[in-house]
T-cell receptor
Framework: DVKVTQSSRYLVKRTGEKVFLECVQD?????MFWYRQDPGLGLRLIYF???????EKGDIPEGYSVSREKKERFSLILESASTNQTSMYLC????????????FGSGTRLTVV | AQSVSQHNHHVILSEAASLELGCNYS??????LFWYVQYPGQHLQLLLK??????LVKGIKGFEAEFIKSKFSFNLRKPSVQWSDTAEYFC???????????FGAGTRLFVKA
């Protein structure tokens, strides 16, 4: 089974801190994604990557950056955390055209105080 | 721009009732369609998917969905729900050849025991 592992299940950070969220997948998937999930808003795409060192902005990239130095690892960076970034963050991977479906990680619930 | 609309944000049913969750998308090309489910405290997982062929797709746990191309719809159904079906359900669309999956806002289903 494909596994997508997110390094932290819960995080509490202070306003202004730089925050790193890590995601690792073990099935050689080309595509990796970061979403945030908020009640009533569904999943909103922050950034995605289709290859090592390649990244593309999603729908809500402001305040975030990403890094993909290795195929299996995709990091989300909050440059200066703010309270409106309190959310559930989901990492996912996929391998089109073999399969467009996503495999999700367990999520990281980030609270910024 | 592509969008996915889920008709209901909250649905409350009694056990053994029939379920239908509506999903409509806006995209004129060839699409791949998905339903994902998130049980309380668990990560998002794939429930079923449609790529091509028979428009009636069967998934896990007795769920099925019907793709009606003329209506741009992909509704999720289950003849008889159980308490364990209490979860949030997300419809999602990706255009063939594309990278990004677009998610609906989600429907929270609560099944009364």
């Amino acid at each position: 089974d494909v596994k997508v592992t997110q390094s932290s299940r819960y995080l509490v950070k202070r306003t202004g801190e730089k925050v790193f969220l890590e995601c690792v997948q073990d099935m050689d998937h080309e595509n990796m994604f970061w979403y945030r999930q908020d009640p009533g808003l569904g999943l909103r795409l922050i950034y995605f990557s289709y290859d090592v060192k390649m990244k593309e902005k999603g729908d809500i990239p402001e305040g975030y950056s990403v890094s993909r130095e290795k195929k299996e690892r995709f990091s989300l960076i909050l440059e200066s955390a703010s309270t409106n970034q309190t959310s559930m963050y989901l990492c996912a991977s996929s391998a089109p055209p073999r399969d467009y479906g996503y495999t999700f990680g367990s999520g990281t619930r980030l609270t910024v105080v | 721009a592509q969008s996915v609309s889920q008709h209901n944000h909250h649905v409350i049913l009694s056990e053994a009732a029939s379920l239908e969750l509506g999903c409509n998308y806006s995209y004129g090309g060839t699409v791949n369609l998905f339903w994902y489910v998130q049980y309380p405290g668990q990560h998002l997982q794939l429930l079923l998917k449609y790529f091509s062929g028979d428009p009636l797709v069967k998934g896990i746990k007795g769920f099925e969905a019907e793709f009606i191309k003329s209506k741009f719809s992909f509704n999720l159904r289950k003849p008889s729900v159980q308490w364990s079906d209490t979860a949030e359900y997300f419809c999602a669309v990706v255009n063939t050849g594309g990278f990004k999956t677009i998610f609906g806002a989600g429907t929270r289903l609560f099944v009364k025991a």
